[in-house]
Antibody, heavy 118, light 112 residues
Framework: EVKLQQSGDELVRPGASVKISCKAS????????MHWVKQRPGQGLEWIGA????????EYNQKFKGKATLTADKSSNTANMELSRLTSEDSAVYYC???????????WGQGVMVTVSS | DVVMTQTPVSLPVSLGGQASISCRSS???????????LHWYLQKPGQSPQLLIY???NRFSGVPDRFSGSGSGTDFTLKISRVEPEDLGDYYCLQSTHFPPTFGAGTKLELK
């Protein structure tokens, strides 16, 4: 069974950084790209970027360049996303999602709520 | 970026009834390889999005045949027949033909 287990919710101060993780199980981690999606409260879905774990190649939505940094740890089958210089606009739920056959996001993590507040 | 326009924003339905959601893209979603990468998701309250339909009309594993997708080019439709309580939530279309992938703004399926 494919499962993406994300880390816990975070409360962070403005200007700080936060790193959230997504541990994959039930499939070969290096065989699939991992994507990250943002959802602000009561809003729609926004694509942040993706990483190809086997070659550590990343691609980003222009809007999130300089904000998000994606990495992958092949030894622990974990994808990570670091968000820097946080503001209230970064308060959102962040999902990881596996890219399956046909450029579809077929399995999603449960989401991490990041709240930026002093 | 490709703009995905979903209508309606809200769709009241009766249990056992039928629902139809439209998704239009600002440019053709036909990839240079001939495939069309338009997918549909349901996000139930408090949950992650779940894949329903991929590449326009293919049901994902475990998705009931009450869900069907159709369309081509820039116009796509998701139909739900015999609506059940577990079908209620927010529906999103996603295009992954063009970079970056973009989602529609969502359609809330709710009880009439």
């Amino acid at each position: 069974e494919v499962k993406l287990q994300q880390s816990g919710d975070e409360l962070v101060r403005p200007g700080a950084s936060v790193k959230i993780s997504c541990k994959a199980s039930g499939y070969t981690f290096t065989s699939y790209s991992m994507h990250w999606v943002k959802q602000r409260p009561g809003q729609g879905l926004e694509w942040i970027g993706a990483i190809i774990p086997i070659i550590d190649t990343t691609e980003y939505n222009q809007k999130f360049k300089g904000k998000a940094t994606l990495t992958a740890d092949k030894s622990s089958n974990t994808a990570n996303m670091e968000l820097s210089r946080l503001t209230s606009e970064d308060s959102a739920v962040y999902y990881c999602a596996r890219e399956g056959y046909g450029y579809r996001f077929d399995y999603w993590g449960q989401g991490v709520m990041v709240t930026v507040s002093s | 970026d490709v703009v995905m326009t979903q209508t309606p924003v809200s769709l009241p339905v009766s249990l056992g009834g039928q629902a139809s959601i439209s998704c239009r893209s600002s440019q053709s979603l036909v990839h240079s390889n001939g495939n069309t990468y338009l997918h549909w998701y349901l996000q139930k309250p408090g949950q992650s999005p779940q894949l329903l339909i991929y590449r326009v009309s293919n049901r994902f594993s475990g998705v009931p045949d009450r869900f069907s997708g159709s369309g081509s080019g820039t116009d796509f439709t998701l139909k739900i027949s015999r609506v059940e309580p577990e079908d209620l939530g927010d529906y999103y279309c996603l295009q992954s033909t063009h970079f970056p992938p973009t989602f529609g703004a969502g359609t809330k399926l709710e009880l009439k």
